[in-house]
C-alpha cells in the first residue's frame, strides 16, 4: 500500500532493467507508478523481473493502454503533471512540489513528444555538466523522488 500519493509515471519507456529498478524504488518508498503503453518490451521480461527482485509484487503499478488513456485517467483525479526533460529549464530543485502530483519521464530513446510537453503543469531538469546529455532513467526518477518526497515531508519507516 503507497505511504505517498506522488506517483512516478514512465511514458512509453525502452529498457526492461531500468522500469523494474524504478519499480523496486517505488515499492521501497510507497510510491505508486503509472506505465503509460505501449512499452519497449514485455513486463514479463526477464530483465525487469531480474531489476525488481521479489519487489514487484509489492509495487502499486497501473498500466495504461495509451497517452489517451493516462490523460483521461488524470484529468478524473485533478493531479498535476510534472514532466522531467532535458528541455526544461527549472532545475527539480526549485520547483515546489505537491504530495498529489505526478512525476512523468519520458523514453530513455526519445523522451516524450511535444504533445506530452504542452500539458505538463511544469517541466523540471536536473542541472548537468555541460557536454553531458543525460543521466540513466533510473537515477533520475530516484533524484526527483527523492526532492519530491523530502518537500511533501515524507517519513516512510524510521526503523532501522
Same mark, same amino acid.
Given at each position: #500500500? =503507497?505511504?505517498?500519493?506522488?506517483?512516478? &509515471?514512465?511514458y512509453q519507456p525502452d529498457?526492461?532493467?531500468n522500469t523494474g529498478t524504478i519499480l523496486r524504488l517505488a515499492a521501497c518508498l510507497g510510491l @505508486?507508478?503509472?506505465?503509460?503503453? =505501449?512499452?519497449?518490451f514485455a513486463l514479463s521480461d526477464r530483465n525487469l523481473k531480474r531489476a525488481g527482485l521479489d519487489y514487484l509484487a509489492s509495487v502499486v503499478l497501473t498500466r495504461h493502454a495509451s497517452w489517451q488513456a493516462f490523460e483521461a485517467w488524470r484529468a478524473e483525479t485533478g493531479r498535476r503533471l510534472i514532466?522531467?526533460? /532535458?528541455?526544461?529549464?527549472? =532545475?527539480? /530543485?526549485?520547483? &515546489?512540489? &505537491?504530495?498529489?502530483?505526478?512525476l512523468i519521464f519520458g523514453r530513455e530513446s526519445a523522451g516524450v513528444p511535444d504533445s506530452v510537453h504542452a500539458v505538463?503543469?511544469?517541466r523540471i531538469l536536473i542541472p548537468m555538466v555541460e557536454g553531458q546529455r @543525460?543521466?540513466?532513467?533510473? #537515477?533520475?526518477? &530516484? #533524484?526527483?523522488?527523492?526532492e519530491a518526497l523530502r518537500q511533501t515531508q515524507w517519513v516512510g519507516h524510521a526503523g532501522g
Open positions: #500500500m =503507497p505511504s505517498s500519493s506522488l506517483r512516478i &509515471a514512465l529498457i526492461a532493467g @505508486s507508478v503509472d506505465l503509460i503503453e =505501449p512499452a519497449g514532466l522531467a526533460s /532535458t528541455k526544461a529549464a527549472l =532545475p527539480y /530543485t526549485q520547483h &515546489a512540489f &505537491a504530495d498529489s502530483d505526478i505538463a503543469d511544469a @543525460s543521466l540513466n532513467l533510473a #537515477m533520475s526518477v &530516484a #533524484m526527483i523522488a527523492g
